[in-house]
């Protein structure tokens, strides 16, 4: 049997049923004094059940609303409140019908289910941001570590290392996880620019600055689509 109230024009509780007495462990004139939701209502739900009611009794049609409310053993349990309005003969709201369902099994379902969700989903960024880098050293995760903090910045980033440590891949792993993370990532290996060409390459140069500066060419760090990571000895 579901818990029931019947409520006035506006709102005021003019009856309770058994089981909604047996569920909340209080007397009929606890049910239907003016205090009752502020009793019953868990206080993060206060305001918004209140202003959702008030909405609903404004529309004058059938409405629900979700709040926890406490039992007689002492526990909230989400309930889900149902209001539909009876009408006299000439259409003139008269009363209010409310039942209530305890769906607080299925509240908390949702919620592990939102939980694990937001847990895989995290695990999926994580394991697919270094999916390249295999490894569970120490070491390697502190990297990793500093990785994750500093690839959400717009800061320049340079990465030392020896030859083979897998310094483009840490690259990479700080591309992928940046705010360009959309765009393409373009790997400039130092070593095999003369050393003449560097600051030219890096920094870019203004049109006839140098013989052969046939047009201006912009910094590596300020091209639109660009990452870099430097192997310099």
Known sequence: MKCSHILDTKGNALYANQAMLDYTGL?????????????????????????????????????????????????YHWLLLRFNPFRDEEDC?????????????????????RNENVALREDIARSSMFEEIVGSSEPL?????????????????????????????IARAIHNRSSRSNRAFIRVNCAAIPQSLIASELFG???????????????????PTVEQYSSMK
Do not use: M
């Not at 709201?93 to 289910?113: N, Q």
């Not at 140069?205 to 091209?223: I, M, Y």
């Open 141 to 169: 995760r502190r990297v990793l570590v500093q990785v994750s903090k500093v690839a959400p910045t717009d800061s320049t980033v340079l990465v030392l290392g020896e030859t083979g440590t897998g310094k483009e891949l």
């Open 93 to 113: 709201l008269v009363r209010w019908y409310a039942t209530g369902t305890d769906i607080d099994d299925r509240k908390r379902a949702e919620d592990r289910t």
């Open 27 to 75: 007397t009929i004139q606890d049910e239907l004094a003016s205090d009752f939701c502020a009793r019953t209502c868990h206080p993060e739900d206060l305001e918004r059940a209140g202003e959702e009611r008030e909405a609903g009794f404004a529309r004058g049609l059938p409405f629900e609303t979700e709040l926890r409310a406490l039992r007689k053993d002492g526990q």
């Open 205 to 223: 140069h203004e049109k006839g600055s140098f013989t052969g500066a046939t047009q201006r060419r912009l910094a590596v760090s300020n091209r």
